[in-house]
């Protein structure tokens, strides 16, 4: 029997992720199913899709060509054995990442989610160093309002408190960047802020401070989304690219959020001519559809492994159960196809001048407080209100939800990313329900 909100009883037995359980379980909100731009809702409902599920579904929902990948996977092989053992699918695929992704990081270490593909690039920047005979640098630095997940490592470089507070002592010898969010100086930037490329010199201080013989690596987000969709200054990747070099610290992109066309390119690496040692992705790796991961890596990186260990070894003690597995494999490939196919990327780059458009539109309403853009992504900050953070963007979240359109909010800024696929018309639905729903939370 499917799921309904009349037979979802026994709603207490799912301990939810990042949920506020008991306000959940007073009033659920469910969907039953998803095509195209839009979901249903138990109760059948449609309810238009603004922000791709979580960052991920960047082709629309169910698109039956990776449907029928997953279906015939599943029926021809279910799992292969990861380890000393493979399957042609999960080659290919590498061989088709490596192909999109711009520069030299021509090789792909697979995971099934995103917190653990940042660990993963972590542990390979660690050993990195130590199989080239630099073993003291163990140090990692992220940054102020970075979101690298949840596994003990990416909690640790990630600079969004709640997310940390509560778990004691995380990775020894984190330190972190400042954030380039600031309200007075780049508030409703179009685009790139011009303000704030000097902030990547702060990695010079903690080079001064700490010796770079100490520093193994730095991980951002290119455009940080978790924390409200902050867009690099102009310079400022370059900047930090260019301060990594000097030292020999890896310079990490995470981006989960920012692969497969979100930014208008393959990565964020490649929109903005800056390439990283290593990327982490994930969500639309698979179009949201199984979970699966993936860490880019340079060749000089990866050579470093092969080169240095010895012959017959295991050149990196790391893996998971699932690293490559067959369902997400023939699903990540379908969805390459896809993206191709429909040239999403490119059309994701050609729209961001309406969305930015559309999305500026929303200056001068209630709270409004400023207004950020990169591609197809879009944050609209709300000032809080007083003694209440959190509580405006909740309320403009259910308006929204409401009136057909889903939003994502974090605390008071609201977060848009529609799949790529996403049209005009949509697109002024998802603002102007936007803007209705903030003047009516005033
Ligand atoms: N790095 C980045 C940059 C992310 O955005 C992760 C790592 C972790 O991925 P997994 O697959 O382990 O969740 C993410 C995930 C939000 C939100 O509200 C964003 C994410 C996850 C949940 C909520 O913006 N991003
Ligand atoms: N815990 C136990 C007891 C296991 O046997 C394994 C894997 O074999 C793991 C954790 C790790 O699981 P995974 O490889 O899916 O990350």
């Not at 000393?84 to 030299?104: M, S, W």
């Not at 130590?130 to 309002?145: A, H, K, M, P, Y």
């Not at 408190?161 to 020894?172: C, E, P």
């Not at 995470?254 to 990327?279: H, K, L, N, Q, Y």
Request: contains cysteine; proline residues 5%; negative net charge.
């Amino acid at each position: 029997m499917p799921v309904t909100a009349a037979n979802a009883n026994n709603l207490d037995a799912l301990w939810m992720p990042f949920t506020a359980n008991r306000a959940f379980k007073r009033n659920p909100r469910m969907f039953a199913a998803a095509s195209g731009m839009y979901y249903t809702t138990v109760d059948g409902r449609q309810v238009l899709d603004g922000t791709a599920g979580l960052w991920c579904v960047n082709a629309g929902h169910c698109r039956p060509k990776i449907v029928e990948a997953i279906q015939r996977q599943a029926a021809a092989m279910d799992y292969a054995t990861a380890f000393q053992l493979g399957h042609p699918a999960e080659f290919e695929l590498a061989g088709r990442l490596t192909a999109l992704a711009p520069g030299d990081l021509d090789h792909v270490f697979f995971a099934n989610s995103g917190s653990e593909a940042v660990d993963t690039a972590l542990k390979i920047a660690l050993a990195y160093h130590r199989i080239r005979g630099e073993g003291t640098r163990t140090r990692l630095i992220g940054r102020e309002r970075g979101y690298h997940g949840v596994g003990f490592g990416g909690m640790s470089v990630g600079g969004i408190v709640n997310n940390r507070k509560m778990f004691g002592t995380m990775l020894a010898g984190v330190d972190h960047l400042p954030t380039t969010h600031n309200l007075e100086k780049n508030a409703f930037s179009r685009g790139q802020p011009e303000w704030g490329v000097h902030l990547a010199d702060e990695l010079e201080r903690l080079v001064a401070l700490h010796d770079a013989s100490t520093i193994a690596a730095v991980i951002v987000e290119p455009v940080a989304g978790s924390a409200g969709v902050l867009v690099p200054p102009v310079g400022y990747l370059e900047r930090l690219r260019a301060i990594c070099d000097e030292h020999q610290i890896l310079l990490i992109f995470d981006e989960v959020i920012t692969g497969f066309g979100r930014v208008g390119a393959s990565f964020a690496a490649e929109r903005f001519g800056v390439i990283p040692d290593m990327i982490t992705c994930a969500k639309g790796l698979t179009n949201g559809s199984v979970p699966m991961s993936a860490v880019f890596v340079r060749d000089d990186v990866y050579d470093a492994f092969m080169d240095k260990s010895p012959k017959g070894a295991i050149e990196l003690f790391h893996g998971y159960t699932y690293s490559g597995h067959p369902l997400a494999s023939a699903a990540a490939l379908a969805t390459l196809d896809v993206y191709k196919e429909e040239g999403l990327f490119e059309r994701a780059h050609l729209l961001s001048p309406r969305w930015e458009d559309a999305i500026h539109s929303l200056k001068g309403g209630a709270n409004v407080v400023d207004i950020r853009n990169l591609g197809l992504m879009a944050g609209i900050e709300l000032a809080p209100r007083q003694g209440k953070p959190g509580t405006r963007g909740a309320d403009v979240f259910a308006k929204c939800f409401d009136d057909g359109v889903l939003v994502r909010t974090t605390g008071d800024v609201i977060a848009l990313s529609p799949p790529l696929i996403v049209e005009e018309a949509q697109i002024d639905q998802i603002i102007e329900t936007l803007r209705k729903a903030i003047q009516k939370t005033a």
